[in-house]
């Protein structure tokens, strides 16, 4: 790789690197969002009004249901762990 590449590619980086894309304020396309309470329940406090393509409920339906309802308990085992960071080596808080 020449010079001018190297230089390219290193400041594309750095641009990628600055873009505040945890601050976009939407939802990629293939993703759904869901607030839970972090009572042991994990209750659904709010929901995107895309996550009737998920579950089979729609976002006002999903509302006051606890996760294990929703998605069932070993799917809920499983978000449990990750967003424990245990699934990715970072300690967190687990659920009640």
């Known amino acids: ?6 230089q390219a590619l290193k400041q594309a980086i750095q641009v990628c ?3 505040p894309i945890h601050q976009i304020g939407n939802i990629q396309p293939h993703g759904a969002l869901l607030v839970l ?3 042991h329940l994990r209750t ?3 929901a995107s009004t895309n996550i009737d393509c998920f579950i089979d409920l729609p976002a006002q339906g ?5 996760l294990v309802e929703l998605i069932g308990v070993s799917s809920a085992l499983q ?5 424990s960071g245990a699934c990715c080596g970072i300690t ?3 659920p009640d």
Request: some cysteine; overall charge negative.
């Open 37 to 39: 309470s972090t009572d």
């Open 44 to 46: 659904v406090l709010q």
């Open 79 to 83: 978000s449990y762990e990750c967003c």
């Open 17 to 19: 690197a600055g873009e």
């Open 62 to 66: 999903a509302l006051g249901n606890s």
């Open 1 to 6: 790789m020449n010079h001018l590449i190297q």
């Open 92 to 94: 967190g808080t687990k």
